[in-house]
């Protein structure tokens, strides 16, 4: 069984087109995440949330907006897309929880990953 | 602001040679430290991590690490490197709170045969 799933797994789109990424954790995880990996393979988080609550937003363009129907998935939503959207997403999930002082313990759990590609 | 620097972008070994990827933190408390494989087209796994006591933690895999904290240092070890861990390598830090991690650049290990 896939722990952390992501859908699609390619995304090709025009530039200023509207497109959504899913992910789906079936660990009974309190926490997901969003993380963009860039073509240098960078990577760095954008968004957590906890129990549909949002936890951290780093400074993302608000054409991002994560949206969390319940606490098993966290979907992406980009607006307006542009040449730099481009990149891979991945999703993740870990039982910590967020709300709470202190540093993260536990093992973040990552989806395969989304190659979004804006033409 | 706190930083993750892999120095190596890529390194090259013989299949049964030992390995160490380099990894150095800077944050001012004692943070929770973490190394991920992402193997092609695949998400990251997590290999091992270390929160406090035994500065020399086993992962998955026949990895290990050793936390040197006058060197800042957080270096993955493996004795004898087989084909199959070709991969990217990604050291990560956990800060403040909220879950943030934040990760390295990454290592790409090559394997020769």
């Known amino acids: 069984d896939t722990a952390v799933s992501q859908t699609p797994k390619y995304l090709v789109t025009q530039m200023g087109n509207d497109k959504s990424i899913k992910c789906e954790q079936n660990l009974g995880h309190d926490t997901m995440y969003w993380y963009k990996q860039d073509s240098k393979k960078f990577l760095k988080i954008m968004f957590s949330y906890n129990n549909k609550e949002l936890i951290i937003n780093e400074t993302v363009p608000n054409r991002f907006s994560p949206k969390s129907p319940d606490k098993a998935h966290l979907n992406l939503h980009i607006n307006s897309l542009e040449l730099g959207d481009s990149a891979v997403y991945f999703c993740?999930?870990?039982?910590?929880?967020?709300?709470?002082?202190?540093?993260?313990?536990?093992?973040?759990?990552f989806g395969p990953g989304t190659r979004l590609t804006v033409l | 602001a706190q930083s993750v620097t892999q120095p190596d972008i890529h390194i090259t070994v013989s299949e049964g040679a030992s390995l160490e990827l380099r990894c150095n933190y800077s944050?001012?408390?004692?943070?929770?430290l973490f190394w991920y494989v992402q193997s092609p087209g695949q998400g990251l796994q997590l290999l091992l991590k270390y929160f406090s006591g035994d500065t020399l933690v086993q992962g998955i895999k026949g990895f290990e690490a050793e936390f040197k904290r006058s060197q800042s240092s957080f270096n993955l070890r493996k004795p004898s490197v087989h084909w199959s861990d070709a991969a990217e390598y990604f050291c990560?830090?956990?800060?403040?709170?909220?879950?943030?991690?934040?990760f390295g650049a990454g290592t790409i290990l090559r394997v020769k045969s």
């Open positions: 944050y001012g408390a004692t943070p929770y």
């Open positions: 990560a830090v956990s800060v403040e709170y909220g879950n943030k991690l934040v």
């Open positions: 993740a999930s870990s039982q910590d929880d967020g709300s709470l002082p202190g540093l993260a313990r536990d093992t973040q759990y």
